[in-house]
């Protein structure tokens, strides 16, 4: 069924940082169905459903109703402190559910595309390629390998996007570039890692990134990755001096030097090529810096 000459696409975790940069991603191929749990979304050019992802007779009951035509599911737990902490919920998040989506994509004979993370490496072996061996350290990161095989093993045709560091806006503020932005604005200092690298890219080109793996319906393993590698302690750096506060605000530590809750990858670099040659072309960390410089201006 059509929809007003698109295609329905069911995306989940449309209230969160990356739910709503694709609600806001301008494409004409997807009426977006949107669901939420407990955060409202409010979009109006999209169908939004509230639901409580742990229930999931409700869940796959909305999903007979609406009649999909491609699943891209966002929703996760995605803090590694919360997921130390609430270890079977965030299993059934992280594992079960997807797991569970993807066979019901498979059943129906539709597009999956799952969200993982380039924290299903250990981080001492980058740059990392699609094809090398995941060895996560943290809870969270073994959630989302163990449902990377999981996925695979029951729908072969899915599609895996892991997915590095990302920044950018959004209405609830939670991404760290806002954080910071509005502590710096305070006049506060922010502690950053020199030793912890990620090929971050923004909101917005992950979005985009999202879309050209559906549209194109590449299956298997892809890395969302930017074209360079930046420090914590770099990105402050550079977005102290572009919003025009002063960099000795961002204060230089370490990973060692710090008491984390469960263990943290020191470089997460993604080696994103095959992504790049079929047409993922991110914008460098400063151009997308100065987009959202833009935003606040």
Known sequence: MLWNGMKKLL???ISGFLGWHVANFKQSKWHIQGLYNQQKATYKSHSLYQI???NTNKLFELLDQLAPEAIMHLAAMSSPALCDKYVDESYRTNVVIPTLLAEYAQR???PF???STDMVFSGDKAPYSPSDATQPISIYGKEKAEAEKRILCINPQATIVRLPL???FSPSGNNFCQRWINQL???ETIHAFTDEYRSTISG?????????LLDQRLQNVWHLGGVASWSRYTFGVHLAELFGYPSHKIIPTTLEANNLIGKRPANLTLD???SHEAGFLPLPIQESLGLIQKHWA
């Not at 917005?204 to 050209?212: E, V």
């Open 272 to 274: 994103s090529r095959t």
């Open 166 to 168: 990302l920044f950018g």
């Open 108 to 110: 129906m004979d539709i």
């Open 185 to 187: 604005a305070k006049g």
């Open 204 to 212: 917005t080109d992950a979005a985009k990134g999202l879309f050209l």
């Open 52 to 54: 409580n992802f742990q």
């Open 113 to 115: 595309l799952f969200t």
């Open 11 to 13: 995306v989940t975790g």
